[in-house]
């Protein structure tokens, strides 16, 4: 640090969660995201909310920085590979949001279901006058088949939540997991298999160069004309046109997403104005008690790589070569 410092300076992108504001006082000198053009003189620490984007020819600009923090577990919007090569470390609050997020994943999925928004809408409305057993039928979701694509720390929590529905659990993961797949009684399927066979399928991968447009015609071809889609991963996990056609269509019945691409849509897109679909706005781990738990696990990282110290929960960088 300049001598004339007395408080490591961060660049935060905003608007930044109170607590997070509050665990900060006093112990860094917060500045906009803007200083990270280099402009504004030395910057020691990033802090970032999923985004924006810290690539290699910013951490070149940031020559004194020492350490990316950010608030959540996804960290597809920072180069882990390009910190890591200069001894930047990269850390992030996995843990703390799978609980919450695969609560989402089933709100989501059960309100698809049961057409609970489009029920909620109607409910409200100068139509509904009277009851009638015809109306609204949605589809049952105890003892039918889930499918969950990647079996990381959510996509176990889902599969506990499936299994208290009495639900049938299939898994598509990169490793095979015999350890969950024997706790659970679950069971491994291929992932043309797992489409074909789900009356539900959940996607809770990371985003990477692999699982980027993961979703797309080809795949929602292979699922079954009654079944759903949720969406807790990323946006671009699915290809939004792709999916607006299939949902048109009746390709398949119904999506619920908590993430779309691109986030937010614009107003007037089609995918807003489709009953069939559930869509909020990047809700999973929206909880007060998770919230508290991200933002003091980010400012620990944060705090630990500003201090030279190795960082409660690193990010590692990810293997050279194809995934
Ligand atoms: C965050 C998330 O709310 O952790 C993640 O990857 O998607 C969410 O929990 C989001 O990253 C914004 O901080």
Redesign the pocket.
């Known amino acids: 640090m300049e001598p004339n410092r007395t408080l490591p300076r961060v660049a935060a992108d905003g608007p930044l969660d109170a607590t997070v504001t509050g665990l900060l006082a006093d112990r860094v000198e917060l500045l906009p995201w803007e200083a990270t053009d280099g402009a504004m003189g030395a910057v020691d620490g990033l802090y970032t909310?999923?985004h924006p984007t810290v690539d290699a020819a910013m951490l070149d600009r940031l020559p004194g920085l020492r350490v990316v923090s950010?608030?959540?577990?996804?960290v597809d919007h920072i180069d882990v590979a390009a910190a890591s090569a200069r001894g930047i470390p990269v850390g992030n609050?996995p843990g703390v949001?799978d609980g919450a997020?695969a609560d989402m994943g089933f709100a989501l999925l059960l309100a698809s279901a049961r057409r609970l928004v489009e029920g909620d809408r109607y409910a409200r409305s100068a139509a509904f006058t009277r009851y009638d057993p015809g109306y609204m039928l949605g589809r049952e979701v105890h003892g039918s088949t889930l499918g969950i694509v990647g079996m990381g720390r959510i996509g176990e929590k889902i599969a506990r939540r499936a299994l208290g529905f009495d639900m049938t659990v299939l898994y598509h993961n990169r490793r095979r997991r015999p350890d969950i797949e024997q706790t659970l009684g679950i069971a491994y399927a291929g992932f043309d298999e797992l489409l074909a066979a789900s009356d539900f399928v959940v996607l809770c991968v990371p985003l990477t160069e692999t699982t980027r447009g993961l979703i797309n015609a080809a795949r929602l071809n292979r699922m079954k004309p009654s079944a759903v889609l949720v969406n807790i991963a990323r946006g671009p996990v699915v290809v939004t046109d792709d999916l607006l056609d299939a949902l048109r269509s009746g390709t398949i019945a119904a999506a619920g997403l908590d993430?779309t691409d691109p986030e937010p849509l614009p107003r007037d897109h089609p995918l807003l104005g489709l009953e069939n679909v559930v869509i909020s706005p990047?809700l999973?781990?929206?909880t007060d008690r998770t919230r508290l738990r991200?933002a003091e696990g980010s400012v620990a990282n944060l705090m630990a790589g500003l201090a030279g110290r190795p960082l409660p929960c690193p990010v590692a960088a990810p293997p050279p070569g194809p995934e």
């Open positions: 909310y999923g950010n608030y959540g577990v996804g609050t949001l997020t993430v990047h999973g781990s929206a991200m």
